[in-house]
């Protein structure tokens, strides 16, 4: 039988393709533990876009001269990165958007005030970043459905026994839930949940803007309705992120935003669409940071999605050994082998924000707060965390300088 080892990458080799790590930060070097966040770029990128700015960029779709015609080859050649990527059956399913709030923003808005109504119900997950969270709940409540949460479990994890009383509670029309968790690392039933959710008759949302950057995505497999993500989140600039959506969901909705672009003929009488993905891009769209986004796509994929969640895996799972070392800290969230690279925790008697200035006299760059999760944070029974999150750039060393921080904070503060 043929044995496949587990891909392994080399985080110090790529560590030189970021520039970012050539710099001391108050005269340290920097370990930033803040990819979950936004993640740092490579060279690959913020040349690429250079490049990209000072020789071929003119505005898109709308000339016919050269350079506008290499410009729209680039853009339209970041489509099929991004088709590419996720297993999309067609460029006509990816919408470029501003972020992966605009993406979940377009589903609620365009999908859901056609519809939802009363009786109908909207299913989130308690672990949604509020991206997820809130447009779906002031689309419930323009529309008049339900808005309902599948709760989680003292170690975060998705509580699936309540679904059939929430089935109970009216018809439900969307399920919508993030992959893995910002907060928590929690990775969730996403295949099971889609399953559930068809099952119900309703459409399936996925908001994968954790999951796409460390780890293979097939929405074709998956079976999703929707999938947004977040150019920033994988080395990509902001600016930029993808909408994949069924084809005929997306032919069968309204617009999202209206002018430029978007239309086929304009007259006082009548205004009529422009065909997919167009029909949802209205006005010039952010040419350059498209283009990025699909360079970040090619660095990551010559990498190997697999290995950087490899990566990412053995490195939280040191950090979790690590951080049971010192009893003043709770660790939030599921065990190791269930979770992503993205660590939550608390120091007693340490304000999280108070964990967080102590660590960056130290170097090392994490982040504090409720981390756009606020109904999570609340059912974890505090009102922040700190958090700790790695990508394929993230070195055990910085771990243990994250551990060295903690016992400081706690020996100065707690
Ligand atoms: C799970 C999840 N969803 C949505 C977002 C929002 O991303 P953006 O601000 O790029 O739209 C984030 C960002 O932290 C996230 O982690």
Same mark, same amino acid.
């Given at each position: 039988?043929?044995?496949?080892?587990?891909?392994?990458?080399?985080?110090?080799?790529?560590?030189? $393709?970021? =520039?970012?790590?050539?710099?001391?930060?108050?005269?340290?070097?920097?370990?930033?533990? $803040?990819?979950?966040?936004?993640?740092?770029?490579?060279?690959?990128?913020?040349?690429?876009?250079?490049?990209?700015?000072?020789?071929?960029?003119?505005?898109?779709?709308?000339?016919?001269?050269?350079?506008?015609?290499?410009?729209?080859?680039?853009?339209?050649?970041?489509?099929?990165?991004?088709?590419?990527?996720?297993?999309?059956?067609?460029?006509?399913?990816?919408?470029?958007?501003?972020?992966?709030?605009?993406?979940?923003?377009? @589903?609620?808005?365009?999908?859901?005030?056609?519809?939802?109504?009363?009786?109908?119900?909207?299913?989130?997950?308690?672990?949604?970043? %509020?991206?997820?969270?809130?447009?779906?709940?002031?689309?419930?409540?323009?529309?008049?459905?339900?808005?309902?949460?599948?709760?989680?479990?003292?170690? #975060?994890?998705?509580?699936?026994?309540?679904?059939?009383?929430?089935?109970?509670?009216?018809?439900?029309?969307?399920?919508?839930?993030?992959?893995?968790?910002?907060?928590?690392?929690?990775?969730?039933?996403?295949?099971?949940?889609?399953?559930?959710?068809?099952?119900?008759?309703?459409?399936?949302?996925?908001?994968?803007?954790?999951?796409?950057?460390?780890?293979? @995505?097939?929405?074709?497999?998956?079976?999703?309705?929707?999938?947004?993500?977040?150019?920033?989140?994988?080395?990509?600039?902001?600016?930029?992120?993808?909408?994949?959506?069924?084809?005929?969901?997306?032919?069968?909705?309204?617009?999202?935003?209206?002018?430029?672009?978007?239309?086929?003929?304009?007259?006082?009488?009548?205004?009529?669409?422009?065909?997919?993905?167009?029909?949802?891009?209205?006005?010039? =769209?952010?040419?350059?940071?498209?283009?990025?986004?699909?360079?970040?796509?090619?660095?990551?994929?010559?990498?190997?999605?697999?290995?950087?969640?490899?990566?990412?895996?053995?490195?939280?799972?040191?950090?979790?050994?690590?951080?049971?070392?010192?009893?003043?800290?709770?660790?939030?969230?599921? =065990?190791?082998?269930?979770?992503?690279?993205?660590?939550?925790?608390?120091?007693?008697?340490? %304000?999280?924000?108070?964990?967080?200035?102590?660590? $960056?006299?130290?170097?090392?760059?994490?982040?504090? #707060?409720?981390?756009?999760?606020?109904?999570?944070?609340?059912?974890?029974?505090?009102?922040?965390?700190?958090?700790?999150?790695?990508?394929?750039?993230?070195? =055990?060393?910085?771990? $243990?300088?994250?551990?060295?921080?903690?016992?400081?904070?706690?020996?100065?503060? #707690?």
């Amino acid at each position: 039988m043929a044995v496949t080892a587990t891909p392994k990458i080399d985080a110090r080799r790529l560590r030189a $393709d970021f =520039p970012v790590f050539d710099r001391p930060i108050r005269g340290k070097p920097l370990a930033y533990l $803040d990819s979950a966040n936004s993640a740092q770029k490579p060279r690959q990128v913020l040349d690429a876009m250079h490049e990209f700015y000072a020789y071929s960029y003119a505005n898109v779709h709308r000339a016919v001269y050269d350079l506008s015609e290499r410009s729209t080859a680039a853009f339209e050649g970041a489509r099929e990165k991004v088709r590419a990527l996720i297993n999309a059956s067609s460029t006509r399913e990816v919408i470029f958007t501003r972020n992966v709030t605009e993406a979940l923003n377009l @589903v609620a808005y365009s999908w859901g005030l056609a519809n939802l109504g009363p009786g109908d119900v909207v299913v989130i997950t308690e672990l949604e970043h %509020h991206a997820n969270f809130v447009p779906w709940q002031q689309i419930a409540r323009r529309t008049g459905a339900e808005f309902r949460a599948i709760p989680f479990d003292d170690q #975060g994890e998705l509580m699936l026994e309540s679904l059939d009383e929430l089935a109970r509670q009216g018809q439900i029309k969307v399920v919508a839930a993030n992959w893995i968790s910002n907060t928590l690392g929690t990775i969730n039933p996403i295949e099971k949940l889609t399953s559930w959710a068809h099952e119900q008759g309703a459409i399936m949302v996925v908001d994968a803007a954790q999951a796409v950057p460390h780890r293979s @995505v097939d929405v074709q497999a998956l079976g999703c309705d929707f999938l947004g993500f977040t150019s920033h989140k994988l080395c990509g600039p902001t600016g930029a992120g993808a909408l994949w959506g069924r084809a005929e969901l997306l032919e069968s909705m309204e617009p999202f935003e209206m002018g430029g672009e978007m239309i086929r003929s304009v007259s006082v009488e009548e205004t009529t669409w422009n065909e997919l993905p167009y029909k949802f891009e209205a006005g010039t =769209p952010a040419i350059a940071e498209a283009y990025g986004m699909g360079v970040a796509i090619d660095y990551l994929e010559a990498i190997g999605l697999e290995a950087i969640d490899a990566h990412e895996r053995e490195l939280v799972g040191y950090a979790m050994d690590r951080l049971a070392e010192l009893p003043f800290v709770t660790v939030y969230g599921p =065990p190791a082998e269930r979770r992503a690279g993205i660590l939550s925790f608390n120091v007693d008697g340490v %304000h999280p924000h108070d964990v967080a200035q102590m660590l $960056d006299f130290e170097g090392v760059a994490v982040r504090a #707060g409720h981390h756009c999760t606020q109904p999570l944070v609340r059912r974890l029974g505090v009102s922040a965390t700190t958090r700790a999150s790695f990508y394929l750039y993230s070195l =055990p060393e910085e771990v $243990d300088r994250l551990v060295e921080g903690l016992r400081k904070a706690k020996d100065m503060l #707690g």
